[in-house]
């Protein structure tokens, strides 16, 4: 697993600045700059509908209408895409949103990363902006709901699973 | 414990409108109907901030600064509050509100019933309210984090606990 530590090409961007692209500059475990794969990180919150697809039908999700999508993006408090550019083309390549209140609690939702992407750091990358995005905003209590497998990629990034034995419960109609 | 149904005094009224009140009647055990101490419920999002604080200091709340409250209720997507009405009086007795992306994710937050209020159904029907008006927006996910004292309260209402092994996490600021 690469050691990754992500740059803002341009530092002087605001963070929350929606049209600015901001290239990931990922480090191995010496630490040598590399440059990944043309990687950038973006906080717009205009994703394209039908790529956002593409990239759940890469991990497999079930399909969603994409009526409903564009309504919880637009009801989603902050949005996280890593975008590939090449030449003249550009793919989503990962994705993370966060439904909030503004005050006081968030909630991670649809975090997914693209199987060739995988294993590369990414997804710390993804999870590391929106807390830090939420953090700016002064949000005090960020959580998630993490499946079996995701449980301890969440823990090294400083999720706490059950505190003081709270459960997360869930509602689904029958 | 009281065995509770709610009506609603004039049925013609639309569930989200705002200004209206809906008067609760509650069933005891054999059913017979008594009406419950003149209690309203109500989803108007316009809640007195002072009145709020005293219901959450009644059951022991930390404080928290009523400018981040009122931005918290703002992104609030629904509110529900039962409101004690005696003559020209009224009190907030009963409050919880929920976050969501209105197309599939709602989470369910600071539920909270008078000390005065407790053991008789309250919560009951400030939840069933919750998840009805949650439905009505076709949202499949409503989730909650619950303390270990509440979990078998959600329960007997239809939440379940870590369903397929997901986890409820929390990452707070160090």
Redesign the interface.
């Known amino acids: 697993m690469i050691f990754w530590k992500n740059f803002f090409q341009n530092s002087n961007i605001n963070a929350s600045s929606e049209k600015n692209f901001k290239k990931l500059i990922v480090l191995d475990k010496t630490c040598d700059k590399i440059e990944f794969k043309d990687i950038y990180l973006s906080s717009n919150k205009n994703i394209n509908l039908y790529e956002l697809e593409q990239l759940c039908d890469s991990v497999g999700w079930v399909k969603?209408p994409l009526k409903?999508?564009?309504?919880?993006?637009?009801?989603?408090?902050i949005i996280i895409s890593l975008i590939q550019k090449k030449d003249a083309n550009s793919k989503l390549v990962g994705f993370a949103?966060a439904?909030?209140?503004?005050?006081?609690?968030a909630?991670i939702?649809d975090v997914v990363i693209h199987p060739d992407f995988q294993g590369l750091g990414l997804g710390k990358v993804v999870i590391h902006q929106l807390?830090q995005q939420l953090?700016q905003a002064?949000i005090?209590?960020?959580?998630?709901?993490?499946?079996?497998d995701v449980?301890s990629f969440?823990?090294k990034?400083?999720?706490?699973?059950?505190?003081?034995?709270?459960?997360?419960?869930?509602?689904?109609?029958?």
Chains 1, 2 share one sequence.
């Open positions: 969603r409903k999508v564009k309504i919880a993006l637009k009801n989603s408090s949103r439904t909030s209140d503004n005050g006081f609690n909630t939702w807390i953090r002064e005090s209590t960020i959580t998630l709901f993490a499946e079996p449980v969440y823990k990034l400083g999720f706490i699973k059950d505190p003081d034995g709270v459960k997360g419960m869930f509602w689904y109609p029958r």
